[in-house]
Nanobody, 122 residues
Framework: QLQLVESGGGLVQPGGSLRLSCAAS????????IGWFRQAPGKEREGVSC????????YYADSVKGRFTISRDNAKNTVYLQMNSLKPEDTAVYYC???????????????WGQGTQVTVSS
């Protein structure tokens, strides 16, 4: 059964760090591009980062560039999102999803995880 499961969310103070995990089953992550999205209450789903399957190229939204790092562990079939210097505006539910070609358009993704809550607050 094809599945994506996010974990690692939680409550963190501003300036803190979290590492999100996206564990895949039913397919191999190195054969697909995997993206991270987030959605805050009352806002549209926003693309945060994406990693290409072809050459491992990485892409970031301007709002997280320099603070977030996406990576992939093929042996564990898992994609990670390391989030540093977190800000209150990073608060959202974070989702990972699968696509064929790296993009920040959510419509190009065919499978999604259930999401993990990240709250940045003092």
């Amino acid at each position: 059964q094809l599945q994506l499961v996010e974990s690692g969310g939680g409550l963190v103070q501003p300036g803190g760090s979290l590492r999100l995990s996206c564990a895949a089953s039913g397919f191999t992550v190195e054969h697909y591009a995997i993206g991270w999205f987030r959605q805050a209450p009352g806002k549209e789903r926003e693309g945060v980062s994406c990693i290409s399957h072809s050459d491992g190229s990485t892409y970031y939204a301007d709002s997280v560039k320099g603070r977030f790092t996406i990576s992939r562990d093929n042996a564990k079939n898992t994609v990670y999102l390391q989030m540093n210097s977190l800000k209150p505006e990073d608060t959202a539910v974070y989702y990972c999803a699968r696509t064929q070609i790296p993009t920040f358009s959510p419509y190009e993704y065919d499978y999604w995880g259930q999401g993990t809550q990240v709250t940045v607050s003092s």
